[in-house]
């Protein structure tokens, strides 16, 4: 599974993305949550399937809101993406410290479709 992270932006809009999300299961609140510290996003729900449409949800009102205000760029900029000038891609190998995440628990999310890759 590929490891990095990616947003394509064009005239200042997240036209594309591609993330490799991780998750893990708290056995302490009986949930599973799902972390993309990368966007500073964290939700939750009680199966991976009802976790994946909580970040779903969590990512398209953010992608909406970036896109919205027109500062695309600058709002991922200001999250530590940094950019290539080349390829107008964002590229992020942030990891998540501290909390019990597994190189083999992750899915993707890719977008314009917004469609879950396993």
């Not at 976790?51 to 779903?56: L, R, S, V, Y």
């Not at 992750?106 to 917004?114: A, D, G, H, N, V």
Request: charge should be neutral; hydrophobic fraction near 40%; proline fraction near 3%.
């Amino acid at each position: 599974m590929k490891s990095s992270n990616e947003i394509i932006v064009r005239s200042n809009r997240i036209v594309g993305v591609e993330l490799n999300v991780k998750f893990y299961y708290d056995k302490n609140c009986n949930e599973v949550v799902v972390r993309f510290e990368p966007l500073m996003i964290t939700t939750s729900g009680k199966d991976l399937s009802h976790a994946k449409e909580m970040f779903k949800e969590a990512f398209e009102f953010q992608l909406e809101t970036a896109n919205e205000d027109g500062n695309a760029r600058e709002v991922l900029e200001n999250l530590g993406w940094k950019f290539k000038k080349t390829e107008a891609i964002f590229t992020s190998k942030h990891e998540a410290f501290g909390l019990p995440f597994l190189a083999d628990n992750s899915f993707r999310l890719k977008i314009p479709s917004i469609a879950w890759v396993s």
